[in-house]
């Protein structure tokens, strides 16, 4: 679905615009920058009184997008089923590209994968971004909504080098005007790191019972020993990603760890992860458990409404707030502090309660205000 914002009014000339619906109409508008919206429309205003509301004249309304970076796993265990006739990152894929084309302008999306181009002689190629930030699609499937699903459609395979990949990303993401959060979604535990010696109790292979050909499994042994059948790389690397993941939070970049079925037996890990990025649940498990992916689109749904703003600021407000209503879709939304909308300040509209979810829901086309009638509030 799609925001797009307009606020009209009876005291100014009318504002022809040449722009489309909600489009961006300064240099200040992009990626993690404010955004002008207008629902003039290519052909100018509407005319008096249109779709029922009073007054023709548009002023623009200062938005300011979030970023959301998505880092997904792509590693070979991603090709594992998930029911829906779908592999698991066939699933995580839908969600997202759902998300995306959902909420449209009311976020910016950018995204990378890990491992990104990993082959049988490289398992642990590093992750990098495959789609940049780029401003949500006004409406449905846009280029950005297209763009994203085409550059996060990969085949599984390879091993999880996920402190090496957040370290490669770091610089691009830590660059992004505005606030930005890293949504990080995975099935298993990280590795990859050569450097790194383990017990069998965090050994992937012994953790996850392995092929019997390696005698070390049969034995009870540690299959991660250099030399061993699994070596280093399969060692489980907690600290490399749990201070990959606090160098974002240090920077000012929230990391949301999700964990899809696959994550059982790496709870501590992710827990540990979920913690450093400063996004962490009230309880435990401090991430983002997620054992039926049916449930996946809502909990993006609810990480995403974190960062979405209610509040709509207008450059150049009406003279009299008194004769000021608030439409979304062209539906009266009486002034209500609860579930309606209040004036935050001079020239800030917050919408609050049941009218705030459903705009972070992505289930409201266009929000109108409207200057020019006596406010109708909640008696």
């Known amino acids: 679905m799609v925001a797009a914002v307009a606020i009209v009014a009876c005291s100014a000339p009318p504002l022809p ?25 290519p052909t100018g205003p509407p005319p008096a009184d249109a779709g029922g509301l009073c007054g023709n004249d548009i ?13 997904i796993d792509a590693s070979g265990s991603m090709s594992q089923f998930a029911g829906a006739g779908q592999s698991r ?20 999306v950018g995204a990378a994968i890990f491992p990104l181009g990993a082959t049988e002689d490289d398992a642990c190629h590093v992750g990098g971004e495959v789609f940049p930030m780029s401003p949500g699609d006004l409406d449905g499937d846009g280029p950005t909504t297209n763009g994203f699903a085409a550059a996060t459609d990969v085949i599984p395979f390879g091993n999880t080098p996920t402190a090496s990949s957040l370290a490669a990303i770091k610089s691009k ?18 590795n ?9 109790s965090d050994c992937i292979p012994n953790i996850e019972g392995c092929d019997p050909s390696f005698q070390c499994c049969a034995l009870g042994g540690n299959c991660c020993t250099p030399g061993g059948p699994a070596g280093p790389e399969a060692c489980v690397d907690k600290t490399g990603a749990v201070d990959a993941i606090a160098d974002l939070e240090a920077a000012g970049v929230a990391v949301h760890v999700i964990g899809i079925p696959g994550t059982q037996a790496y709870k501590t890990v992710l827990n540990q992860m979920a913690l450093a990025g ?24 609810s990480i995403a409404a974190v960062v979405i703003s209610c509040e709509f600021e207008i450059p150049e407000p009406p003279e009299d707030p ?6 979304l879709d062209k539906q009266l939304l009486k002034q ?44």
């Open 336 to 379: 209500d502090p609860k579930d309606g909308w209040i004036w935050k300040s001079e020239t800030v509209v917050e919408l609050r309660g049941a009218a705030c979810s459903k705009l972070k829901s992505g289930q409201v086309k266009q929000v109108q205000i409207v200057s020019g009638c006596p406010t109708e509030a909640t008696k």
């Open 89 to 108: 990152y066939e699933r995580v894929h839908g969600a997202t590209v759902e998300m995306v084309k959902n909420l449209g302008p009311l976020i910016n």
């Open 278 to 301: 400063g996004a962490a649940q009230l309880s435990p498990p401090f991430f983002y458990e997620v054992e039926d992916l049916d449930n996946l689109g809502a909990v993006l749904g």
């Open 17 to 41: 615009s040449s722009e489309p619906l909600g489009g961006a109409t300064d240099a200040g508008a992009g990626a993690g920058g404010g955004s002008l919206f207008d629902a003039g429309g």
């Open 59 to 71: 002023h623009k309304v200062l938005t300011d997008p979030p970023n959301v970076y998505f880092v």
């Open 192 to 200: 990859c790191n050569l450097q790194l010696t383990c017990s069998g």
């Open 173 to 190: 993401v830590t660059a992004l005007p505005g606030r930005t959060i890293v949504v990080l979604a995975t099935d298993g535990a990280p």
């Open 322 to 327: 008194n004769f000021t209503n608030v439409y």
